[in-house]
């Protein structure tokens, strides 16, 4: 069966460090992957989606890059975390058209 | 611009009584409307999905009720229970397209 693995499920980091959120998707080969984030009002955002290794596509322009390394991972990244950038970040993956799954989320806190 | 609209934001209802959710689209080149439950630390999970051709769709105490010509889909919770508090979002999706467009959530509590 496929599953999602998200880590750390919670992060404190300091303001202008450095972020790194893996991902990585199992029992299943090239799976659509998403980055989308949840600010305190609920609402989903999206931010990134990629549709193969190497192929990113940006929805929002932000502090944020993701990258996909290898066909079940996917990562997000900043090189300088903004107090704004606080909030909860859900990977998901899909594969058939109808198909579409949440990781367990990561906690963010910028102070 | 929003292309799904959900209400309420809120919503609070008793043990046993029914919660509804109400959304609406504009896009009429959406072909699937499913329903999301997340509880509070997790992410969202499919909870029920209907596609236009059916006007309604039921899972156990959860029914999808869907409204073509309105362009509105609703979710009704039966009988509600405290362990269904949780934010439920409804999505559409286009055909072709990976990516569902989703509401803003509702926030539901049901106290016992």
């Known amino acids: 069966s496929q599953t999602i693995h998200q880590w750390p499920a919670t992060l404190v980091q300091p303001v202008g460090s450095p972020l790194s959120l893996e991902c990585t998707v199992e029992?299943?080969?090239?799976?659509?992957l998403y980055w989308y984030r949840q600010a305190a009002g609920r609402g989903l955002q999206l931010l990134f989606y990629s549709v193969g290794i190497g192929q990113i596509s940006s929805e929002v322009p932000q502090n944020l890059s993701a990258s996909r390394p290898q066909d079940r991972q996917f990562i997000l990244s900043s090189k300088k975390l903004l107090l704004s950038d606080s909030g909860f970040y859900l990977c998901?993956?899909?594969?058939?058209?109808?198909?579409?799954?949440f990781g367990s989320g990561t906690r963010l806190t910028v102070v | 611009q929003q292309q799904v609209k959900q209400s309420p934001q809120s919503l609070i209802v008793q043990k046993g009584g029914i919660s509804i959710i109400n959304c609406a689209y504009e896009n009429t080149a959406f072909d699937y409307f499913p329903w999301y439950q997340q509880f509070p630390g997790k992410g969202p999970a499919l909870l029920i999905a209907?596609?236009?051709?059916?006007s309604e769709k039921k899972e156990g105490r959860f029914t999808i009720s869907f409204n073509k010509s309105a362009k509105q889909f609703s979710l009704h919770i039966m009988d509600s229970q405290p362990g269904d508090s949780a934010t439920y979002f409804c999505?559409?999706?286009?055909?072709?397209?990976?990516?569902?467009?989703f509401g803003r959530g509702t926030s539901l509590i049901v106290h016992p």
């Open positions: 999505a559409a999706r286009k055909g072709g397209s990976y990516i569902p467009t």
């Open positions: 209907i596609r236009p051709d059916v």
């Open positions: 998901a993956w899909s594969v058939q058209v109808y198909g579409y799954t």
């Open positions: 029992g299943t080969s090239n799976p659509n």
